[in-house]
Structure formats: C-alpha cells, structure tokens
C-alpha cells in the first residue's frame, strides 16, 4: 500500500522545471601561497569561504563585471571568512594575498574568469 501512495505522490510532480531550480551551479577553488577560496556561482548567486592559513598573510577575493576589480572579502589573520552575494551576471573571480591589504591587491593571485 505505501508504494502506492508514493508513486501518487511522484505524479504530482510539476513535469516543467522553473528557471531558479535548473539555473547551473558551477563549483571553484582558488590558491595563493597562505589562502584558499572556495566557492560555487550560478547566474545569480555567488557564495565563497575564504581561508587564511597563514600566519603573516592577507587574503583578497576580488570580483570583476565591468573594468574594475572589487573587493568583496579581505581577511588579514588565520580564519576564515564566508561571502555569499546576489550578482546580475557571473563575474571574473580573482584571489590575491600580500603582507598587508594594500600589498594583496592583484599581486600574486589565482583567478577563475566565469564567462562574463
């Protein structure tokens, strides 16, 4: 009997997807010498953790859509830090550390660039 009920309840199931439920998530990782940056983005949506593993090391996770890069997260000590930021479009993803913020700012970086 309850496989019954199950197989009602699948059926009931809208057979056409909304556009927020097959939006494509893409994953990412980023890697300077001391930080880390984890993340996923779709067309909406960009969400990432920062990790400072080193001692002396600043981590800056910048985002560009137009010309200019943005600073969306800066961390300057061990720890992480957790983003998560509604965007129009999918923008280049780039992660720097430095001695200091100043220093971290497009110096040594890894960058993802998501098709924007």
């Not at 809208?14 to 993340?39: D, H, K, M, N, Q």
């Not at 779709?42 to 137009?66: A, F, I, S, W």
């Not at 830090?81 to 890894?110: F, H, K, Y």
Request: aromatic share 2%; with cysteine; glycine share 10%.
């Amino acid at each position: 009997m309850m496989s019954h009920v199950l197989a009602a309840v699948l059926l009931a199931v809208p057979a056409t997807a909304t556009a927020s439920e097959t939006a494509r998530t893409t994953p990412f990782r980023l890697a300077v010498p001391g930080v880390t940056a984890v993340g996923t983005y779709d067309q909406t949506r960009l969400t990432v953790t920062v990790e400072v593993t080193g001692r002396r090391t600043c981590g800056v996770l910048q985002l560009r859509t137009g010309g200019e890069w943005d600073t969306a997260a800066a961390l300057c000590k061990p720890g992480t830090a957790a983003i998560g930021t509604e965007i129009a479009r999918p923008p280049s993803i780039r992660l720097c550390n430095g001695d200091s913020l100043a220093l971290a700012e497009g110096v040594d970086c890894d960058r993802v660039t998501t098709g924007a």
